[in-house]
């Protein structure tokens, strides 16, 4: 399972995004991808996302069962605590 969350991103980027996720909200994706599409679309994104953010949340082999990725500025990061990541207001 992949959630892939975009901020102030151009509509490429959505529609890019659309063609293998459902988008429930806007700027909100979902989907099942394999481990190389995920890769593939989340470099695409931080390359077209030069003034936009994006969050990506997917299952992972660890002790919470997902990792948290993120690119660009937001008002909220990625602080990791003996492993568990965590969510951190700036």
Not at 21 to 40: H, Q, T
Request: glycine share 8%; aromatic share 6%; with cysteine.
């Amino acid at each position: 399972m992949v959630v892939m969350i975009l901020e102030r991103v151009p509509e490429s980027v959505r529609g890019e995004l659309s063609l293998w996720m459902i988008e429930p909200k806007a700027g909100v994706f979902v989907g099942n991808l394999s481990a190389l599409v995920r890769d593939k679309l989340w470099d695409k994104v931080r390359e077209k996302s030069k003034r936009g953010s994006c969050t990506m949340i997917h299952t992972h082999n660890n002790e919470q069962g997902y990792l948290i990725s993120q690119h660009g500025e937001s008002s909220r990061t990625i602080e990791d605590i003996e492993g568990i990541q965590l969510i951190k207001f700036s």
